[in-house]
């Protein structure tokens, strides 16, 4: 009896150990916990963000006084491939600094863009599968000045509080024109040559 016992105990424990290891089922009902779902989830959403060549320093209308910056933007998954992203991308434009190892000098605008809803996800996502953003000034266009560089940075703020970034350096250059828009080596006032 004393034997019968210890098998059936012993027979017990295997069963429940084995029920036990064998509870991470991969079945249709299996519910993934939290970090492998936030792990899964990762594989797919922005890894990191580039701002794009295309990003300039433009006029947003017919005129040629520029307006702002158009910011060009693609999160990329951890593949490399082009992914759209929810979230904040706080935009700041820096004055360059030469011979410095941080080329950022002062501050000089700074912009933020909320990703929150399926319409604002259609109006910045373009075909090219890049976010496009027209910042425009908030200081006036006085803090930049043709023939300098200046640094654009990004910092994206995923929606699980992770901040992802990038910076470009943009050559800010008016062919023939200043800010005024009257072509250069002609008098402000009338527009014509002296």
Not at 28 to 38: K, T
Not at 76 to 86: E, L, M, R, T
Not at 109 to 134: C, G, L, S, T
Not at 174 to 184: A, F, M, N, V, Y
Request: glycine content about 8%; overall charge negative; proline content about 7%.
């Amino acid at each position: 009896m004393m034997m019968c016992r210890s098998a059936w105990m012993l027979g017990l424990a295997a069963t429940l150990g084995a029920a036990c290891s064998g509870c991470r089922s991969t079945g249709p009902d299996h519910l993934p916990r939290e970090s492998e779902r936030v792990a899964m989830l990762s594989l797919m959403l922005p890894h990191e963000v580039h701002i794009q060549p295309f990003s300039k320093i433009a006029s947003f209308n017919e005129d040629r006084i520029p307006d702002g910056i158009l910011a060009v933007v693609r999160p990329v998954d951890p593949f490399g491939d082009p992914v759209k992203a929810v979230g904040l991308f706080y935009f700041e434009l820096w004055s360059y600094r030469n011979a410095s190892g941080d080329h950022k000098g002062e501050r000089l605008e700074f912009w933020d863009q909320m990703i929150d809803n399926p319409e604002d996800v259609r109006r910045h996502w373009k075909r090219a599968q890049m976010y496009e953003f027209q910042l425009a000034w908030t200081q006036g266009a006085g803090a930049v000045q043709p023939g300098r560089k200046y640094i654009l940075t990004v910092s994206y703020r995923t929606p699980w509080d992770t901040t992802i970034q990038d910076e470009h350096v943009l050559e800010f250059h008016l062919p023939g024109e200043s800010l005024t828009g009257i072509p250069d080596g002609r008098d402000a006032q009338t527009g014509r040559t002296p």
